[in-house]
């Protein structure tokens, strides 16, 4: 069946809200105009050719809020001067204060230091710092500011590998060992110095961002260079073969 125009009424009178006669149906119905309280809406369909079709859909309109008056009981008996509170809408409801309990104040006290402790205790920079501030055991020798093992490396193999390792190779690994991660790792306490040639090859021919610092280097420069690398700053892996 086709539509022919729709009708549509406010509770019960006579000259339609509005009449739609085309798609899309609408219409905007403003509640501000109707008074609160209970309404019907009647939608009223004609089809071409005769016929229709009645809708009524009720509803409850309530645009001004409730007015509570705060201090007075319906029904009380009272007596002198009140004070009354006037609430538009909803009734305010009593905030409770927030109460200070030393309980949680203890508790979390007691998971931070606990927290701070478990940090210095485990992290494996505290073993570092503990090396390098403890003094080197009797009958060894520092370089570096770290300990080397006694009776094992030439001193004057390693003073040599010192000179030559502040000349070419602190401005980016640092005095200390530190380096400057990523691009310039650290040598102190660093494992991969166990391996010997591995230090010889990457001085004399370079590694990434490190350019080939010993390409001129003399082998005994380089037997120098790494011996000292290998045992300084923490490290203590013997002398290069």
Not at 6 to 31: C, F, H, M, Q, W
Not at 41 to 49: A, D, Y
Not at 51 to 60: A, K
Request: charged share 20%.
């Amino acid at each position: 069946m086709v539509v022919d125009r729709i009708e549509v009424y406010l509770d019960g009178a006579s000259e339609p809200l509005a009449v739609l006669k085309e798609p899309p149906y609408r219409l905007n119905l403003d509640t501000r105009k109707i008074p609160d309280g209970e309404h019907v809406l009647r939608v009223v369909t004609h089809f071409r050719g005769g016929g229709e079709e009645i809708r009524e859909i009720p509803f409850t309109v309530n645009n001004y809020p409730d007015v509570m008056v705060l201090g007075l009981d319906e029904g009380g008996e009272v007596a002198g001067t009140l004070e009354l509170r006037l609430a538009v809408g909803e009734p305010e409801l009593p905030v409770e204060p927030v109460r200070f309990n030393p309980i949680w104040y203890v508790v979390a006290s007691v998971i931070v230091l606990g927290s701070i402790w478990a940090y210095f205790a485990l992290s494996p920079a505290t073993e570092r710092i503990v090396a390098e501030v403890a003094p080197p055991a009797q009958g060894t020798q520092t370089h570096g500011g770290q300990a080397a093992p006694a009776g094992n490396l030439d001193q004057a193999l390693m003073e040599k590998g010192k000179s030559i390792y502040e000349a070419n190779c602190a401005a980016c690994h640092g005095a200390n060992g530190q380096g400057i991660p990523p691009a310039f790792p650290a040598l102190a306490g660093n494992a991969n110095l166990k391996d010997a040639q591995m230090i010889l090859n990457v001085v004399k021919n370079g590694r990434g961002a490190m350019p080939a610092v010993g390409a001129a280097f003399s082998d005994e420069d380089l037997k120098a260079v790494a011996t000292y690398i290998r045992n300084s700053f923490g490290n203590s892996f013997g002398p290069v073969e």
